[in-house]
């Protein structure tokens, strides 16, 4: 299957599941109002601060790229649910429509070949990451909306396929934090020093052939207990 369709399809499910059926109308199955645009600018927010911008704190530092990959992975969760509400609810097309939409792209032939290393500086960097808030801001059309997250993928050292990699990890990862107390408040984030982001990403990088179930499995084997 098409991995954008799959992707969407994926994101469809985990929001059905943990936000019930009909999120697409903007309220949760508990009665809280989803705004995925705000939730998309704060992740853009959080990907910034993985530059070191600031000219008084920690100067002589590099840009922290493995976390600038999660992060944009987050901000791929929040804007593929911005679409699927998009789409719904402007009867703009079917979820495999919407990823033809996508394959159209003009910045979709870069991001469906091999990485390539970005030659803009880290401060050019974080104006392209704002340039996707702008997009956000503005109003701009889903399919604007996705192109700017692709400029924003393919300077971070994503491409479809790694950005696929990251996602299903991270989707598996998130159903894993709903199914262990996310939502109530109890879920352990911290993994014997490390946020289980960290882990995923280590149990993918040793064997990128796991199943997505055989992820979870991975997940709940290292998971704290107590």
Same mark, same amino acid.
């Given at each position: 299957?098409?991995?954008?369709?799959?992707?969407?399809?994926?994101?469809?499910?985990? #929001?059905? &599941?943990?936000?019930?059926?009909?999120?697409?109308?903007?309220?949760?199955?508990?009665?809280?109002?989803?705004?995925?645009?705000?939730?998309?600018?704060?992740?853009?927010?959080?990907?910034?601060?993985?530059?070191?911008?600031?000219?008084? $704190? #920690?100067?002589?530092?590099?840009?922290?790229?493995? /976390?600038?990959?999660?992060?944009?992975?987050?901000?791929?969760?929040?804007?593929?649910? =911005?679409?699927?509400?998009?789409?719904? #609810?402007?009867?703009?097309?079917?979820?495999?429509?919407? &990823?033809?939409?996508?394959?159209?792209?003009?910045?979709? =032939?870069?991001?469906?070949?091999?990485?390539?290393?970005?030659?803009? /500086?880290?401060?050019? =960097?974080?104006?392209?990451?704002?340039?996707?808030?702008?997009?956000?801001?503005?109003?701009?059309?889903?399919?604007?909306?996705?192109?700017? !997250?692709?400029?924003?993928?393919?300077?971070?050292?994503?491409?479809?396929?790694?950005?696929?990699?990251?996602?299903?990890? $991270?989707?598996?990862? /998130?159903? !894993?934090?709903?199914?262990?107390?996310?939502?109530?408040?109890?879920?352990?984030?911290?993994?014997?020093?490390?946020?289980?982001?960290?882990?995923?990403?280590?149990?993918?990088?040793? #064997?990128?052939?796991?199943?997505?179930?055989?992820?979870?499995?991975?997940?709940?084997?290292?998971?704290?207990?107590?």
């Amino acid at each position: 299957m098409d991995k954008i369709l799959q992707m969407l399809l994926l994101q469809q499910q985990l #929001n059905d &599941a943990t936000n019930g059926l009909d999120w697409e109308k903007g309220m949760t199955k508990n009665g809280k109002r989803i705004d995925w645009r705000r939730a998309t600018y704060l992740e853009c927010a959080e990907l910034i601060e993985s530059y070191p911008w600031k000219h008084w $704190k #920690n100067i002589d530092a590099e840009p922290d790229y493995d /976390n600038i990959k999660i992060e944009a992975v987050d901000i791929w969760h929040f804007i593929m649910s =911005q679409a699927l509400t998009d789409y719904k #609810n402007s009867q703009l097309g079917t979820t495999e429509e919407l &990823a033809e939409a996508i394959s159209r792209l003009s910045n979709f =032939q870069p991001f469906n070949a091999a990485v390539l290393p970005t030659t803009k /500086n880290y401060y050019e =960097q974080i104006e392209v990451v704002e340039r996707l808030m702008k997009t956000l801001f503005c109003g701009e059309s889903t399919e604007k909306l996705i192109e700017a !997250f692709i400029d924003v993928a393919l300077q971070s050292g994503l491409n479809l396929d790694t950005l696929y990699t990251l996602y299903v990890g $991270k989707n598996i990862l /998130n159903q !894993f934090r709903q199914d262990h107390g996310y939502k109530e408040g109890c879920y352990i984030k911290i993994w014997e020093g490390k946020e289980d982001n960290v882990v995923m990403q280590a149990l993918l990088d040793a #064997n990128a052939t796991l199943t997505p179930e055989a992820l979870y499995d991975e997940l709940k084997k290292a998971y704290p207990k107590g």
